[in-house]
């Protein structure tokens, strides 16, 4: 048996220690935990009242023109707040363009949708009730709709007092953009480790985290979302397969009209990632090694092998968080004069 | 002043108080309140486990082959257990013929659907799933579905101890039934009123409950459901228009085969109506008023004037009762063995 020094294990059992706060340093250099209070809104503050309005009108299905599709349609809060891909279905079972992004720690984005075409989740929030392709309404639609039963007229005056009238399409949206900004899902693996707990990965997590950095993941999944704060072509260094980059959806081109940003896309946030396949905003891949693969090709240039791959993977599954307790909303009643269900385009 | 002595006095409050009593002694021959202990289920012993699990399948949109259908897309458990209507639209965007019936208070129903084609909940639960304009799954669909993801393995493991396999479609319906069987809504005005709380109604409600009574609605409409015991053409007396009664769906007839059955309809159950317009099984009719006139014309021969029908629907008011509270589940996630969702036919 070779002799074995007591000093030189508590060498080995430190440089070990050391191995691991560096990668625990670094790592907090570039991502940052969910934090325990729940973000500020710019021009809206978050009241209970409003939250809870918003939380009925993000469930509710009649502000659709039909009466059967609801926010919680595609950005399902049982399924990692998005639905079942590849992409969404909406009015009249008309395909949608892109995956449904989630509505999960969204009030992290730098910008809202895939294209950050939207600055926060109050605008973001008028925008697919009036899209053709998905709920297909109107503004006047939701404020009649609204302002037919008298207990969401009552939920509004509470919760904006201080407007005439309150029911209105812009409080409509600040209501629910209030109710998704409490949609965090805070105290992840990732979040324990951020926070000092070394063993909150395992070995395999940790070796993930590390290529994650190594390889320049990080460079753009940063911040607390891992992603969401900046914007970057899909196809950095190879250009993606059209199934995955139809050439039709030119990303935020169509938002900015710079040639620059021709297939550019917002970075996407990777908070609860394992819970959100099919991947990417067209919504053809299906399994996250995959799409760590491709990534590593066509946004880095690097070839990732098998081991790397689901390193990498297990890295990501150490983002999913701790879902919030959602009591389902009971709904006010309709009236005669809510308007009834259409289904015609 | 006229002199009134104390004695005549005692004589008129003790007069109404007996014709109180009357109204609901009357009523408690013919109605029943909701049980306060939850009914047991034939083949089908209720657990918490069975009762959980029903839950996340109830809310599984993944069940449907389009992964963007769940039982609760029709029977929204926050809109009184049904849809916008007018009838029900499913897979492809399709039309479905009917009304959604409610599953609050469906375990008090002698059978299931509006012409009564299931025994029970269990076998109700498996129509919907495989019905080509619903949800357009298989049972194969489901069973591949559930044993995609480990969750749900456990889960059924833990509601079906000694089956094998405990993921089965039988075990699907079974756990949905469980579930569906905890969704009652006791304690509504009329319940309170028929445990012996005379001030449970006020004057109106019981005028309503009186003429509910008198003019024959509760010869149909009776039980803990205020209905959904017997069958009954849908016209009696005089034939419907059309428009609520189309030709071409002639009720229990498909059922039975019977000629006395064309037209045939199980009796609706009353409980949390004035929740759930439009009524009918053609849902063809959004208020109230409107509907309770049309029984009397056509089931019973009597036109009701204003006021009656004025005073029955503040009775029908009267059996809201009180919703249970849910916890939207947080459902398994799927894996690459998952099935992907098919929008096709």
Not at 309 to 318: H, K, T, V
Request: neutral net charge; charged residues 20%; glycine residues 8%.
């Amino acid at each position: 048996m070779r002799k074995v020094s007591v000093a030189s294990i508590l060498a080995l059992v430190s440089s070990q220690a050391i191995a691991r706060d560096d990668l625990m340093m670094s790592a907090r250099q570039i991502f940052r935990p969910i934090p325990k209070v729940l973000p500020a809104i710019r021009d809206n503050p978050v009241t209970p009242e409003k939250v809870e309005l918003g939380k009925k009108l993000f469930f509710d299905p009649r502000i659709s023109v039909s009466g059967i599709i609801s926010c919680n349609t595609c950005h399902n809060l049982g399924t990692g707040g998005v639905d079942a891909g590849p992409t969404s279905v909406g009015h009249g079972w008309q395909k949608g363009p892109r995956r449904a992004p989630t509505v999960y720690n969204s009030v992290f984005n730098v910008a809202q949708f895939w294209d950050g075409r939207a600055p926060d989740l109050k605008a973001q929030a008028k925008g697919p009730v009036q899209a053709s392709a998905e709920m297909n309404a109107t503004p006047d639609h939701v404020t009649k709709t609204l302002n037919s039963m008298d207990d969401y007229v009552g939920m509004f005056k509470q919760a904006f007092p201080r407007d005439t009238p309150s029911v209105s399409f812009d409080n409509f949206a600040k209501a629910i953009e209030a109710f998704e900004s409490t949609l965090t899902t805070p105290a992840a693996p990732f979040d324990q480790y951020l926070n000092g707990n070394a063993s909150a990965l395992n070995d395999q997590q940790k070796a993930g985290l590390k290529l994650f950095m190594d390889k320049g993941c990080s460079s753009c999944h940063r911040g607390i979302n891992i992603g969401g704060q900046d914007y970057f072509p899909f196809g950095v260094v190879g250009k993606p397969d059209a199934k995955l980059l139809p050439t039709a959806d030119k990303g935020r081109f169509v938002v900015t009209n710079a040639v620059g940003d021709e297939y550019v896309f917002r970075v996407a946030p990777l908070r609860n990632v394992a819970l959100r396949a099919p991947y990417f905003h067209s919504g053809q891949v299906w399994s996250l090694e995959e799409a760590v693969g491709i990534m590593g090709e066509v946004q880095l240039g690097t070839k990732l092998d098998d081991k790397e791959r689901s390193d990498i993977a297990a890295f990501l599954n150490a983002l999913t968080g701790h879902l919030p307790n959602i009591e389902y909303p009971m709904l006010p009643t309709r009236t005669n004069e809510t308007p009834p269900p259409s289904l015609g385009r």
